[in-house]
């Protein structure tokens, strides 16, 4: 399962559009669509500053979290997005259990 969290910045169209129907569930449309490739919507809600809007979820694959980002930004929703990958615990581990036995040289060694 791949988890993240999406910065996005969405455009003035979003805006306009939410001005018109400020009653529209945005949460529940993010659901709907991150549950149509068979992912979860963990949380979504509005920011201050640089980033309008934080979307956690997860997904199958990276490629199914991104398709519902891809659908928004084609629909003329977003016009900026940072994703950011979640790691587990579990795989940090992992990883650094294998990074001691990692054959790894440094420049000019």
């Known amino acids: 399962m791949y988890s993240a969290v999406a910065n996005v910045k969405v455009t003035p169209a979003y805006w306009e559009a939410l001005m018109?129907?400020?009653d529209s569930d945005r949460a529940?449309?993010?659901?709907?669509a991150m549950a149509s490739?068979?992912?979860?919507?963990?949380?979504?809600?509005?920011?201050?500053?640089?980033?309008?809007a934080i979307v956690a979820g997860e997904a199958p694959s990276e490629a199914?979290?991104?398709?519902?980002i891809a659908s928004a930004w084609m629909a003329g929703m977003i016009q900026?997005?940072?994703?950011?990958?979640?790691?587990?615990?579990?795989t940090v581990t992992e990883v650094m259990s294998k990074a001691g036995s990692a054959n790894y040289k440094g420049p000019g060694q």
Request: hydrophobic share 45%.
């Open 20 to 22: 018109k129907n400020p």
């Open 28 to 32: 529940a449309a993010i659901a709907t």
């Open 37 to 52: 490739v068979g992912g979860k919507l963990h949380f979504f809600g509005f920011t201050h500053g640089k980033w309008d």
């Open 64 to 68: 199914a979290f991104m398709s519902v």
């Open 80 to 90: 900026d997005v940072e994703t950011i990958p979640c790691i587990a615990q579990e």
